[in-house]
């Protein structure tokens, strides 16, 4: 159904996370189990004694240094996706929402895996893995940023100021630790699991879902209804990050 726009209304912009949202399960995760050393690094990072930067050079580093395209490619062909994703995703183009993936994963899995459910064309921020001199691999954050302490190696909140203005309303869709800052500076935030439970804890108005058909009945009812309006606190705090960066 095509939603008719209002030309005086913000734009809409949609901001998804992937590892846990998109994808059934952290991607990366299970990557660095099967080829590397995810322990005991992830105990580390979850219980503060790393952050996630180290997290990743320590993990990327750990990995196989004779590991090749065609094993990383079987990999990724075992890797599921939420099924109702693409009518969501075909949804915000069919109403010209743009549609962005911010995420602190890697772009050697994120994009062949939406390409197999024949999703070519959006546009994604993520992490990079290079190799470094000695043959082992390394991570790269395009959008790592000093004025940001959020739990991002590079920061999503970043992804999503660069390419909004004070006409654009910020929709995102979570589920992680890495999504915390985000959210706080999105006008509609769509939850679940640990970003859920920051929302109520911060206070956060937020709407739970549990796959992309809640959130495609959801955002679509908002929009019926006309209710999809800024919210002042992040305006704030975008406002603030702006003046900042």
Excluded: W
């Excluded at 996370?17 to 099967?34: L, P, Q, R, S, W």
């Excluded at 075909?90 to 602190?104: A, G, L, T, V």
């Amino acid at each position: 159904m095509k939603v008719r726009k209002n030309k005086e209304k913000p734009q809409i912009k949609v901001f998804c996370d992937f590892d846990g949202t998109i994808a059934y399960d952290d991607v990366g995760n299970e990557f660095f189990k099967e080829y590397g050393k995810f322990e005991p690094y992830y105990t580390e990072l979850v219980n503060g004694k790393i952050n996630i930067k180290e997290y990743y050079y320590a993990t990327c580093k750990s990995l196989k240094i004779d590991l090749n395209e065609e094993e990383s490619l079987q990999f990724i062909r075992t890797r599921q996706i939420d099924p109702n994703f693409k009518k969501f995703y075909e949804y915000c183009r069919q109403n010209d929402y743009q549609f962005f993936i911010i995420s602190d994963g890697f772009d050697f899995y994120i994009r062949p895996i939406l390409e197999l459910y024949g999703i070519n064309e959006v546009e994604i921020f993520c992490n990079t893995i290079v190799k470094g001199n000695d043959g082992s691999f390394l991570p790269v954050f395009p959008l790592a940023s000093e004025s940001c302490n959020c739990s991002c190696a590079s920061c999503k909140r970043n992804a999503m100021l660069n390419r909004i203005d004070e006409n654009s309303l910020s929709v995102f869709v979570g589920d992680g630790m890495s999504d915390y800052c985000v959210a706080e500076h999105s006008d509609i935030i769509f939850a679940k699991k640990e970003l859920a439970a920051y929302c109520n804890l911060k206070k956060i108005p937020h709407y739970p879902y549990s796959n992309f058909f809640d959130i495609y009945r959801l955002f679509n009812s908002l929009i019926t209804k006309n209710k999809i309006n800024k919210r002042y606190q992040a305006e704030l705090l975008r406002k603030k990050a702006f003046e900042t960066e």
